[in-house]
């Protein structure tokens, strides 16, 4: 089974092309994905590497963790699989906190 690998803190400038010619290096890349933004095509600065060896897949990501690539960085760990979220999360002032009171708000 493939496993699929996070990677975060790329420069806005990397390309699928450039995740798949790294990790390439390493071992066989089935499948690579930057998130981009759906409003402007701007990327998000993360991606994702499916690669179908797990042998390669931890060695890539032990290898590229904190490697430079474009100047930046690389945070490389093994995707966590998606979760279905609750009321809230994943949104800015979600969670069920009353508004303005994480910034110090009074009720009136």
Do not use: C, H, W
Not at 21 to 33: A, D, L, M, R, Y
Not at 40 to 56: A, I, L, Q, Y
Not at 78 to 104: D, I, S, V
């Amino acid at each position: 089974m493939a496993k699929k690998i996070y990677v975060g803190n790329l420069s806005y400038d990397v390309t699928e092309d450039d995740l798949r010619e790294t990790f390439g290096k390493i071992g066989e890349v089935q499948s690579v994905k930057v998130i981009k933004d759906e409003v402007t095509g701007r990327s998000k600065g993360f991606g994702f590497v499916e690669m179908p060896s797990d042998e390669d897949a931890e060695r890539a990501i032990s290898t590229l963790d904190g490697q430079s690539l474009m100047n930046r960085p690389l945070k490389v760990s093994e995707a966590r699989p998606l979760t279905e979220r609750g009321r809230g999360e994943g949104r800015p002032g979600g969670g069920g906190r009353p508004f303005g009171r994480e910034r110090g708000g009074r009720f009136r």
